[in-house]
């Protein structure tokens, strides 16, 4: 039994190549379906997501799965597979059991430590269980990659700090105003970052938006979009008294609002803390407005460079996550090889005659007056109960499912019900377990 | 023995703020935390079961003024953590309260003051109140230094080690204006204790003391930076600063004995 993986993502496969095989949920049930049918793959995932389509299967030979999955693309995708073969990366056993926890830790998106992939990994696998092309084998591989996903962003700061533009103006107004609850935002001009970063302050309960723009029309209409209120370009100096947080981006060629607007309003502020966000160039802020206390005026190359020290630090972070990652690759890899006949059977021997050795030992402490015969006789009783007990299941498990799934299935279940995971691996989880 | 149990498990509380500051993993905070008001506790019953005993205020010399400046302190911070809940505030205040329990032990624990002088409640309220509305002071000059490094990175835009780990300006402003809220009638309060028990000591509310003097000038500067916070807005970087500028009067205050003789000289003899 052996995992592989094959798929393209947004390091190997330009976006044209990458829409052109997305799988939306309708065709991935019936692609799921089309992998049911494979008699190669004995279990399959199908992940497809904007920046990566792949298939995670079991088989009993790897080349075979492999060339199996191609031609799944192939056909599915109707094209023909020499068009998209460079596109494509081929992972085999431990490699594409590592692929599929980086994956899912987001150590291989693109933006770094983005937390949207875990779920669209959770959904991928809904579909498969539901067309019920998973067994034991990836049934484990996919909680355990959850799991994993979960320690590294628990344990490791992959996903802290903004690194996007917008994002990094809400952080920096929180470092700043603490709760935005009872602050209110003024949107200067329109843009998509700059409307993105409003979004993202009303999603932190920022109190109300002012939209001013040129032209009245476009302001009445974006105001409504955020709920907001519609100002004349010339009400923006009245409104920083009650303005807290200022996003710019506007087309204007000069300073929109200069250092001495804001200095008249301090005094009826009282001087609370005003919080600038430039996103326009050129720029719309005196950056000089940052001389006066109580002012912040970020530009956007400000932002930027805060945006390109997080990505830093995520990286530096994704150096620990890699660890997490190797270590249950390892842990993976301990499970699958158990999952065979011999050892199956092996661990359920041991384990009832340390049972049996326990119990013996218990009873033998209070019985007296039993001489060396009846011990041994004591001894051969036991021994034979469980030798006749085990029989008709060890049978059982030598005559094997019909199928290689099925096997598994009976594996897994079998080490299951009576516990062999755990008694022998301290720190295993049973695959319910999230 | 139970002061150095007592500074022990202040000094243990240190390090666990220290801890938290570097690695930033709660567990450091809550252990710190943990040993902190457990000094806390210790200093609590030593002061608590002396003063029940004699009667008398701890504060006959410099060594006992010292320690019960660093319990005021102390106090006061995990009172108003209780609020604010500031986590790396401890790795601040926590030294601060180590150095002077260890100051207060390099000076020797005779007495010059004649006991009686130490009795009475009105001599309770009036140490009592002036020294946490003093411990306020401190913690508010205290929360001022971590406002001015804060306000520094945001304005600065170096968001290292400092920012990450910092609270918002916004909380910082809030519970520096809180403590200087709690401390200014605390130090009214135990002002007019004084001048009652002046009064009933001396036969005179005001004796043109150096301390009562200071004092007066520590009331003013206090009432000013309230009244144009509340008038004008001094907030942010000034109020910060003027917090930390009021320590310095606070300090001239407690030490102004070393250098001119009044009638609370004996407190600060060592």
């Known amino acids: 039994m052996d995992i592989v993986l094959v798929g393209l993502n947004h390091k190997t496969a330009p976006v044209d190549v990458r829409e052109c095989f997305a799988f939306d949920s309708l065709e991935a049930d019936a692609g799921l379906k089309e992998l049911s049918r494979i008699p190669e793959l004995t279990e399959a995932v199908l992940i497809s997501t904007c920046n990566r389509v792949e298939v995670a299967a079991a088989c009993q030979d790897p080349d075979q799965g492999v060339a199996a999955i191609k031609d799944f693309f192939s056909r599915t995708k109707s094209m023909p597979l020499e068009n998209f073969e460079q596109n494509l990366f081929v992972y085999k056993g431990d490699e594409a059991v590592q692929h599929v926890f980086r994956v899912a830790s987001s150590l291989d998106s693109m933006v770094l430590g983005e937390p949207q992939i875990l779920g669209q990994m959770k959904e991928s696998y809904r579909l498969a269980t539901q067309a019920k092309t998973t067994g034991a084998v990836l049934n484990r591989l996919m909680h355990r990659c959850f799991m994993t996903a979960k320690r590294v962003r628990k344990e490791t700061g992959i996903g802290d700090h903004a690194v996007s533009i917008s994002y990094a103006a809400v952080e920096l107004a929180r470092k700043i105003f603490g709760e935005l609850t009872d602050k209110k935002v003024l949107l200067i001009g329109a843009g998509e970052m700059a409307e993105l970063a409003v979004e993202h302050l009303l999603n932190h309960r920022a109190a109300g938006v002012f939209v001013a723009n040129r032209t009245f029309e476009r302001a009445v209409a974006l105001a409504e979009r955020f709920r907001g209120t519609p100002i004349r370009l010339e009400e923006v100096e009245e409104h920083l008294k009650i303005a807290d947080i200022i996003i710019s981006s506007t087309g204007a060629p000069g300073y929109v609002l200069e250092k001495k607007d804001v200095k008249k309003v301090l005094r009826a502020r009282k001087n609370r803390p005003l919080f600038f966000i430039d996103i326009a160039v050129p720029r719309d802020i005196d950056p000089a407005i940052n001389n006066l206390s109580n002012n912040f005026v970020y530009d956007i190359d400000d932002l930027q460079g805060v945006i390109d020290r997080n990505i830093d630090e995520r990286q530096k972070e994704a150096i620990r996550a890699e660890r997490i990652v190797d270590e249950n690759v390892i842990k993976y890899r301990t499970w699958l090889e158990g999952l065979d006949i011999v050892p199956t059977i092996v661990s359920l021997q041991k384990k009832l005659e340390a049972i049996r050795q326990a119990e013996m030992a218990k009873t033998l402490a209070h019985v007296t007056g039993l001489d060396e015969n009846g011990k041994e006789a004591i001894d051969r009783l036991t021994q034979s109960i469980i030798n006749k007990v085990m029989h008709d299941p060890i049978q059982f498990l030598k005559a094997g499912g019909h199928r290689e799934k099925q096997k598994k299935e009976v594996l897994g279940f079998t080490r299951d019900i009576f516990n062999l995971n755990n008694s022998e691996n301290g720190d295993e989880i049973s695959p319910d377990e999230e | ?270």
């Open chain 2, 1 to 270: 023995m139970l002061f150095v149990l007592a500074l022990s498990a202040y000094v243990t509380g240190f390090f666990g703020y220290l801890g938290y500051l570097i690695f930033h993993q709660e567990i450091y905070h809550k252990v710190g935390h943990y040993f902190f008001v457990l000094g806390l506790g210790i200093q609590t019953f030593v002061l608590l079961s002396s003063f029940m005993v004699s009667g008398v205020m701890p504060v006959e010399n410099l060594r006992e003024t010292l320690c019960f400046t660093a319990w005021a302190i102390a106090l006061i911070y995990v009172g108003f953590n209780l609020r604010f809940r500031l986590m790396v505030l401890g790795a601040f205040v926590a030294p601060l309260v180590c150095g002077i329990m260890i100051a207060s032990s390099l000076f020797s624990g005779s007495s010059a003051v004649s006991p009686d002088l130490l009795k009475g409640v009105w001599t309770f309220v009036h140490i009592t109140a002036i020294f946490l509305g003093d411990g306020a002071f401190i913690l508010a000059a205290c929360v001022g230094i971590i406002y001015l490094m804060q306000e520094r990175a945001i304005k600065k835009k170096q968001h290292g080690f400092i920012y990450h780990r910092l609270p918002s300006l916004e909380v910082l402003d809030k519970m520096g204006y809180a403590c200087v809220a709690f401390g200014f009638p605390m130090l009214t309060f135990g002002m007019i204790a004084g001048f009652i028990y002046a009064q009933s000591v001396w036969g005179k509310w005001w004796s043109w003391d150096p301390k009562e003097l200071w004092s007066v000038v520590t009331w003013l500067f206090y009432a000013a930076l309230l009244h144009e916070r509340l008038t004008v807005g001094w907030r942010g970087k000034r109020a910060a600063v003027m917090a930390i500028i009021g320590l310095a009067v606070v300090l001239i205050t407690f030490g102004v004995n070393f250098f001119l003789l009044g009638h609370h000289t004996q407190f600060t003899k060592f």
